[in-house]
């Protein structure tokens, strides 16, 4: 049943298992479907979709298997967004008035409710509120929010009458595409991946091991037998080294989630933090002012810290190439760099093998951005990698395979 969607999901990238595929089609011969799209398209979403970085993808792939709004939201522009931000008290009609307007859509198909609202897209300039013909608020517009029109186009807001178009063609989970920048949540999900558990710590066993008990019990006819472990401690010791100022102020707020994802997380056996502003020179500082009476020398970090840490570096590695090519390069704080900034990188890549950069710059503009000619320079000392939901988790990944 439904084989065409199958296909179409994996079209869209959607990675659905087979074995997940025969879970769905007993689902829907139990009737948990109950004959209703918007319920299917909750159940297939439950049952095929095992991370929310794919939830868009899937919304856009079932949208256009069942005819519903397809891939609406790429043609939408962002102006139109930010007319349909506002909430207005919903419209409110008589049932005289509501029949009315049914009675003269009746007959209206989805094809050419879809060819109106394209038009609408193409030649609307400016916000409309009440109105029964523009994409806007309140109204009986076909299009648009809070209003009354059955079988129109919902576009933004909230709804009291779901259906399957409607609910794929919100695409309500875009901020968890796999390009998107990320939010603190996302960092957490990915750096959990950065570990390495060990049960060799001192102490009693106070952490219950839920296989074997299930072992235990059933060894013992069904009679409860809990297990307890040593608890599991992540040996996994972190270097995070954070650009700030400059070119970096406008990706401050990546940066900043970056690092309350980092600490959050708390699984690090280890975790050291240091700033610097474009390039690493002879010194590290303690907090993001880089004040000189809390830094300290960058030999006396590479000497304290094993090889064993993984080095993570956040920066877009834009800056003028004097910074990272001559001695007395370094623009500003004070810096004593008696030794450019090129050799400094390549000091701390070949003490810590397993490490990253991650660039807030999207990879596409990495060879067009204002800086290219250094951030490329910094991509052959270090493999880099962009912020984002795969970025992050190919760093990791690469961390990892490293040690």
Same mark, same amino acid.
């Given at each position: 049943?439904?084989? $065409? ?32 799209? #918007? ?18 993808? !899937? ?15 790429? /043609? ?21 008035? &509501? ?39 309140? $109204? ?35 901020? !968890? ?17 950065? &570990? ?33 472990? &040593? ?20 990706? /401050? ?7 309350? /994802? ?30 000189? $009476? &809390? ?26 190439? #004097? ?40 990879? $596409? ?39």
């Amino acid at each position: 049943m439904f084989e $065409g969607f199958f296909h179409t999901l994996r079209a869209h990238g959607v990675p659905v298992a087979m074995d997940e595929w025969l879970t769905l089609q007993d689902a829907l011969g139990r009737g948990l479907a109950d004959s209703s799209l #918007s319920r299917f398209h909750s159940l297939a979403r439950s049952l095929l979709v095992k991370s929310e970085r794919h939830f868009d993808d !899937y919304d856009i792939a079932f949208a256009e298997y069942f005819g519903g709004v397809e891939q609406a939201d790429d /043609a939408i522009a962002d102006h139109v967004w930010q007319w349909l931000d506002e909430h207005p008290e919903a419209l409110r009609l008589t049932d005289e008035q &509501r029949g009315q307007i049914d009675h003269a859509i009746s007959r209206i198909d989805l094809d050419e409710m879809r060819r109106r609202l394209e038009e609408r897209l193409a030649n609307q300039t400016e916000a409309h509120r009440g109105g029964s013909r523009h994409i806007g608020t309140g $109204g009986t517009s076909p299009f648009g929010h809070s209003g009354w029109h059955p079988g129109g186009i919902r576009v933004g807001g909230e709804s009291g009458h779901r259906t399957a178009a409607q609910v794929a063609g919100e695409r309500r989970f875009r901020d !968890y595409r796999s390009d998107a920048t990320l939010g603190v949540r996302e960092m957490g999900v990915a750096l959990r991946r950065l &570990r390495r558990l060990t049960t060799r710590i001192e102490g009693p066993a106070t952490e219950l091991s839920l296989d074997d008990t299930i072992d235990a019990t059933a060894d013992h006819g069904g009679q409860l037998r809990l297990v307890f472990r &040593r608890p599991r401690r992540n040996e996994v010791r972190v270097l995070l080294l954070l650009d700030v100022g400059g070119s970096m102020d406008e990706h /401050a707020e990546l940066a900043g989630r970056l690092f309350s /994802a980092v600490n959050q997380s708390g699984r690090f056996r280890e975790l050291t933090v240091r700033y610097f502003h474009n390039c690493v020179y002879d010194r590290l500082y303690e907090t993001a002012t880089m004040l000189p $009476g &809390r830094s300290e020398p960058t030999t006396d970090l590479l000497a304290r810290l094993s090889p064993g840490h993984r080095l993570v570096v956040v920066g877009d590695a834009c800056m003028a190439p #004097s910074e990272l090519a001559m001695v007395g390069g370094a623009i500003d704080y004070g810096q004593r760099n008696d030794e450019p900034g090129w050799v400094w990188l390549e000091r701390l890549a070949a003490r810590f093998p397993a490490a990253a950069w991650l660039n807030p710059v999207p990879a $596409g503009d990495w060879h067009r951005v204002h800086g290219a000619r250094t951030l490329n320079a910094v991509r052959t000392i270090f493999p880099m990698f962009e912020l984002s939901v795969d970025g992050l988790e190919e760093a990791v990944e690469h961390l990892m395979a490293r040690s």
